[in-house]
């Protein structure tokens, strides 16, 4: 299970479908999930928080979220989210592939709007509150986007895009400096990106510290320094964290006994598997299980 499995465990479409790249779904947490582990995608994504407060970061810039506020993720930034303390949050997903809306080099809005805007070229606010400038023009776009995949009528997807284009002018138009709120350089960017990459697709597998060195071609040394400097905690930490999120996923969306969720998650120990889950969610995984069903 990767982290788009994951993220749509409910769903057995993809993130989008080939003739009209855009789809939209609503997620929980916790009742879906207590986090979405750190990732980043090709689809430029939204999340509009419909109830309740959590948090949400991109590219380690992490806001507290709540009712009202709109996301704006760009194709490749990395972005989590995470259950607040005695808080629970819905949430609309909505995912786009940016071919949906771009043109050839001869299309000037292309060129010189759309492509500058999603390599962060452009200003674009990431965190979109009620007090934002154009916000209730933002939220209105969307709101008429939903309404539209509800119902479809014959053509719907014209006004889909036509809102779109709407939606992306109030960005670009209501910004007037380039946005510094990134905390992370591009270079050190890419190799985060392929280190949880890498993560992401062999969880299930041992994978060393000294692995992780020659996928990311810095000594062992280096690599540690890297990672801890930039995510705050040790890889062997996120490793194991990142693994008891697919774990108690899989609790509740499988039969697999206890013992196969963690050998199917990277723990060939069940004891040390049973004592991290229950540091982490203050319940064995049994209990975690019956709690969830």
Same mark, same amino acid.
């Given at each position: ?35 979405? $582990? ?77 492509? $500058? ?17 154009? @916000? ?119 039969? @697999? ?23 982490? @969610? ?12």
């Amino acid at each position: 299970m990767n982290i788009t499995e994951y993220q749509n465990y409910h769903e057995t479409k993809s993130h989008t479908n080939a003739d009209f790249p855009y789809n939209t779904y609503l997620c929980s947490i916790p009742l879906d999930f207590i986090q979405v $582990p750190l990732h980043w995608h090709e689809e430029i994504e939204l999340i509009v928080i419909k109830k309740g407060q959590g948090y949400v970061s991109v590219n380690f810039q992490t806001e507290a979220a709540a009712a009202g506020d709109i996301i704006f993720i760009l194709p490749g930034q990395l972005h989590s989210i995470e259950q607040r303390a005695g808080c629970t949050m819905e949430y609309e997903n909505i995912l786009f592939k940016p071919g949906l809306l771009l043109a050839d080099s001869s299309d000037l809005c292309t060129v010189q709007f759309l492509q $500058p805007l999603l390599r962060a070229e452009r200003a674009a606010l990431t965190f979109i509150t009620p007090s934002s400038a154009a @916000y209730a023009d933002l939220a209105g776009c969307i709101s008429h986007i939903d309404d539209l995949c509800a119902a479809r009528p014959d053509g719907y997807q014209l006004a889909v895009k036509g809102y779109l284009f709407q939606f992306f002018f109030l960005l670009i138009s209501s910004q007037t400096n380039r946005d510094s709120t990134s905390t992370i350089k591009t270079k050190s960017l890419e190799k985060l990106k392929t280190i949880l990459k890498y993560v992401e697709e062999h969880y299930a597998d041992a994978i060393t510290i000294e692995d992780m060195a020659a996928v990311t071609y810095y000594s062992k040394s280096h690599f540690m320094k890297f990672f801890k400097s930039h995510m705050g905690m040790g890889f062997t930490e996120y490793l194991n964290d990142y693994r008891l999120s697919m774990a108690s996923r899989l609790l509740v969306t499988s039969g @697999y006994s206890v013992l196969e969720v963690a050998a199917r998650t990277g723990f060939d120990n069940l004891s040390y598997f049973n004592r991290l889950f229950k540091r982490k @969610y203050g319940q064995t995984p049994g209990e975690y299980r019956k709690a969830a069903v």
